[in-house]
């Protein structure tokens, strides 16, 4: 329908003397509408539109909040407001919820709450640092936070591999000072090698071992549904929001890890809570964990050298002490990944510990490796030999009293 300005302008074109198509061109109308209301002598009736209700309309705000709790099923709100007295079609109703499915969708999980002791969730942040040449070099955060008390324990290593994931178990059940019945894992390799198409998982075997070990059960959460783990998940960014921008410079992985310990300590588990609203360190308290086994499970994986005549072993290009008794022996080492070095003897005891030296034909040395040792050229002294000293009295020779029983006989005769 022409409006009132439209026609004035129609009018006035013609006014001009120009042609009825060429207007008809201009405005994008019939040529007999335009001729239509230049012939006219009457304004256009301006009728107001009348909006028909809908018998959707009284449901609106109820549907809006179901699907802000997370129902977005058009079939179970219909059967819902069809209690309270909807009559209209389905049709209208997804038309109507549509627009609003994708935001919903994005709030529809619940947050699940788990009880003490029950669960924790295990995940890898990543990180860089910039090395001595000015090259980037990346470094990954293992972070495992307990379920219930939000209680975190962080570590970083050189990368994400197999051993290095169990050894950061091994050192967070230390901290905890035990172990949840499960642990909630993402999709990676190291864990879950890959998940058949019906939903049963295949698991890394080494893993799958490691768990028996140690007694809790791994537990796959929803591909694609990272929510399922979002207390882990908020934990790493909240890693980077916190931790990560105070730290300027690192000596090693070492040095960054007593950092890391540190703020765990005390900032990460002594601030109260965002959604318990109460401090992880308190409410760990009620945590109920499992003792965990404190034998390492990656003996048998260490890299054997020998120990040499100077009491070091070899490792990547530098020298580490141990204790010199075990000069000549072949000797475990397990590199944590985390910036340490740990050495084994044959059954199974930890003798030495060293921090991984950054660079290469550097030596790490222990003053008590060295304690009490006897080199080649000397001989040991019994500690209770009698001490020797010389009697400087002139020597008489002793005589039995018989011979000079003689001499004064003959004296007298």
Known sequence: ????????????????????????????????????????????????SVN???????????????????????VVIQEEI??????GKTTILREFMKPHREKSLAKASIR????????????????????????????????????????????????????????????????????????????????????HQKGENKWNEKFLAFAKHQGFSPIRCRPYAPRTKGKVENGIKYIKKNFWVRIKSISSIADLNHMALNWVVEKANKRVH????????????????????????LLEY????????????????????VPYQYVGSYIGVRDLRNGILEF?????????????????????????????????????VAATAPKLNPDTTPKVQERPLEVYDKLLCREVI
């Open 112 to 195: 699940y709450e788990t009880p003490p002791g029950k669960q924790a969730q295990v995940d890898w942040g990543e990180f860089t640092v910039e090395d001595i040449n000015g090259k980037l070099k990346k470094v990954h955060g293992f972070l495992m936070i307990m379920g219930y008390s939000r209680q975190k324990y962080l570590e970083f290593t050189e990368d994400e591999k197999i051993d290095t994931l169990i050894g950061c178990h091994e050192r967070a059940f230390e901290f905890f000072g035990g172990l949840p019945d499960t642990i909630l894992y993402d999709n990676m390799k190291t864990v879950v090698r890959y998940a």
């Open 274 to 297: 965002g959604t318990t609203k109460e401090v992880p360190e308190e409410r760990f308290k009620r945590e109920v964990l499992k003792p965990y086994n404190s034998a390492p499970f």
């Open 344 to 380: 084994y003897d044959g059954s199974g005891k930890c003798i030495a510990r060293h921090e991984k030296i950054i660079g290469k034909n550097k030596s790490s040395y222990n003053k008590k490796h060295f304690e009490n040792i006897v080199s080649g050229s000397q001989k040991k």
């Open 82 to 87: 069809e209690a309270m007295g909807y009559t």
């Open 52 to 74: 028909k209700e809908s018998k959707l309309d009284s449901f609106k705000e109820y549907i809006l909040n179901r699907m802000q709790e997370g129902c977005v099923n058009a």
């Open 302 to 321: 260490h890299e054997q050298r020998k120990v040499m005549n100077d009491c070091m072993i070899s490792y990547e290009t530098n020298r580490y002490s």
């Open 1 to 48: 329908m022409v409006q009132t300005e439209e026609m004035f302008m129609i009018k006035d074109m013609r006014s001009k003397g120009m042609y009825i198509k060429d207007i008809a061109k201009l405005t994008g109308r019939d040529p007999k509408t335009i001729r239509k209301y230049i012939d006219s002598k009457d304004l256009p009736e301006y009728k107001r």
